[in-house]
């Protein structure tokens, strides 16, 4: 069983250009190929008859780098809970019109069709995203004990792979899905106490400049997240930036 | 992570070398070619902040939406209190509206404690509006290009309407001032210095009170998403069975308030309150 499909894809040649939405027919999709090999299939068509190929950013196509990025049909990372690499074309009916933009935020500027920069999540990472210790051969283990709720808890935020879905998805453009995601994994453990308030305020005063907005805990993100991350985090986030003015920051 | 270039110069070696826990900065060596034959190397791109305030961030500007809201939900369930005094009769509701202005007396003069109690939220509407029109200017300008299809997964109605929400509580608040305390406006041309017979007179027209009944809408919906906002913005839901109480709350809540002022104007409907 093959599936045909009408694609409308964002079409923009560079950064300073304007784009269009431009609509392609797809025939003989098979349900299990993904959602990116679909995409190569597409891009194979458009080269053979010469037309320069749809550019969209993916590097692992498992899952984990973050880099496939896509809004599909209003949905980042389009209807699953997962990567847009990790989606597959069985979650789509027969004759359906897919749309697929890119990441819709100023500070995720288009590089080109559906690739966006977003080197704004680097310089939120620069700004605290890291914890300062002397390196060289490995500590003992065991030295630093973290209670196991710590740890666990540590562990599941740090499964952001900082793709930008939550940005994606947020109506306001915040980051601080992503923001709470390092604030908590870092805040969990004992290595990231002694930076814990500069983080949190140089990270968020990063984010503001970099021009994301505010949240206003709608939950948009959490739900488009491929890796879960909870909006406790963004509770974290806050309670965090609350301490640190306390601490007078 | 398109653009990403390590050795720009705003990343000064004495930061980096200790950065840990960034690991997907490493970017594939081929994805950086990519981008610099699409963009060119960004080398005077955007900037890290230096001498970062706390006090200056969008979640500050939060803050201040959350304790100013706090505010106002103390506000309106002492006002809804004494709004259902109303089934007491004539005179309780106006005894209670003049208990009021006698709070503190003779520690304060008439009226004293009103007045504070005003000025109070006065000072908290101001930094309540000015803290939403900063925030929602922020939010136009962090996608200036709309998606063609979005949809609004995982989002309640009430989250998406808090904006003119707000904005249709702030119009009939101006409303309701001028018709029950500034002006004392009377629809049926009434005695205004009743209270209670200028709320009966009031409710009677049936359009001013579906006027009413649509700002109850709009303030139950405003509060079932600003009581769970606030407990998220002031940091108390950091557990999924916190984040759940949370919202439970601010639903029962909303209702609460949100049915207890339409019973009154509901009760003039059906003649239960009357003059």
Sequence with gaps: MSMNLTLKIWRQPDASSAGAMHTYQLADVSPDMSFLEMLDVLNEQLNDKGEDPIAFDHDCREGICGSCGLMINGDAHGPEVTTTCQLHMRSFKDGETITIEPWRADAFPVVKDLIVDRSAFDRIVQQGGYISVNTGSAPEAHSVPVPRDDALRAFNVATCIGCGACVAACPNGSASLFMGAKITHLGELPQGQPERDSRVVNMVAQHDHEGFGGCTNIGACTAACPKEIPLDVISQLNKDLRTAIRHGH | ?275
């Design chain 2, 1 to 275: 992570m398109a653009c990403v270039t390590p050795e720009r110069e705003d990343n000064a070696p004495s930061e980096t070398s200790h950065q840990l826990g960034a690991s997907w900065l490493c970017v594939p060596r081929y994805r950086l070619h990519v981008a610099t034959q699409l963009n060119g190397p960004r080398l005077s791109g955007p900037t890290l902040v230096k001498g970062a305030r706390a006090s200056r961030t969008t979640i500050a500007l939060k803050l201040g939406m959350a304790l100013s809201g706090m505010v106002f939900l103390g506000f309106v369930l002492a006002h809804m209190y004494g709004n259902l005094k109303a089934f007491a009769g004539h005179d309780a509701f106006n005894e209670y509206a003049e208990h009021l202005r006698e709070i503190g007396e003779p520690m304060l003069p008439h009226g004293g404690l009103l007045w504070i109690l005003r000025v109070g939220l006065i000072a908290s509407l101001v930094v309540h509006v000015y803290c939403a029109v900063v925030l929602w200017r922020r939010a136009a300008k962090a996608r200036t290009t709309k998606y063609v299809v979005k949809k609004d997964t995982g989002a309640t109605r009430a989250s998406l309407m808090m904006r003119w929400g707000g904005v249709t509580i702030l119009v009939f608040l101006v409303w309701h001032l001028l018709n029950f305390t500034i002006v004392k406006v009377n629809p049926q041309g009434g005695e205004t210095n009743d209270p209670y017979n200028l709320m009966v007179d009031t409710f009677d027209v049936w359009w001013l009170t579906v006027i009413y009944l649509v700002a109850m809408l709009a303030l139950g919906a405003h509060l079932h998403h600003g009581i769970w906002s606030a407990a998220q913005t002031l940091g108390w839901t950091g557990t999924a069975a916190k984040r759940q109480r949370a919202k439970v709350t601010g639903f029962v809540i909303a209702l609460i308030v949100s049915v207890g002022f339409s019973l009154v104007p509901l009760g003039v409907l059906a003649g239960i309150i009357t003059k």
